[in-house]
């Protein structure tokens, strides 16, 4: 199964896009992505603000659950920080741990690049009857890696 048509759904995503995430791999049930954390991305005690955190997980569960072709939305999604960051490049791997024809379930590992975690996420999805390829058809080329700095 080819993965055209979920990357430029996912590239599609601005606000990603303008947070500076990018996306490095998908499969089946599986993406990751990346940010480099930098003052932008600071809250007012200097390091890492939780939402620039969480905007990293949401789109590797984003990619992941709709890497099957079907457009799959979140009903349900949180987060657990267990260690701050202030600088450097961070990923997010997501892989779904439970899928159905309507729902799907992941996890995401927010790591720093020595491999320690930072926070967990999880998800669930509802998928929806739409065809991930129908959806990105139309959609404006803005992949995340012409992002608009800050």
């Known amino acids: 199964m080819g993965f055209d048509a979920v990357r430029r759904l996912i590239e599609n995503d601005r ?9 490095l791999g998908i499969a089946e049930g599986y993406a990751k992505v990346s940010v480099d954390i930098t003052p932008r ?8 603000q939780g ?21 799959t939305v979140a009903i349900n999604a949180s987060i657990t920080f267990v260690k701050s960051v202030s600088s450097g490049i961070i990923y997010a791997e ?31 999805a509802y998928r929806k009857k739409e065809l991930v390829a129908d959806m990105a058809e139309g959609l404006e080329s803005f992949p995340l890696s012409r992002q608009n700095p800050v």
């Open 41 to 48: 991305h600071h809250n007012g005690v200097g390091i890492a």
């Open 15 to 23: 606000f990603a896009a303008d947070a500076g995430v990018k996306l």
């Open 51 to 71: 939402g620039a955190i969480f905007t990293l997980a949401d789109l590797a569960f984003a990619a992941a659950v709709n890497s099957h072709g079907i457009v």
């Open 94 to 124: 997501a892989r779904e741990i439970s899928t159905s024809a309507k729902l799907a379930s992941c996890t995401v590992h927010v790591t720093d690049s020595q491999g320690v975690l930072l926070a967990v996420f999880q998800g669930l």
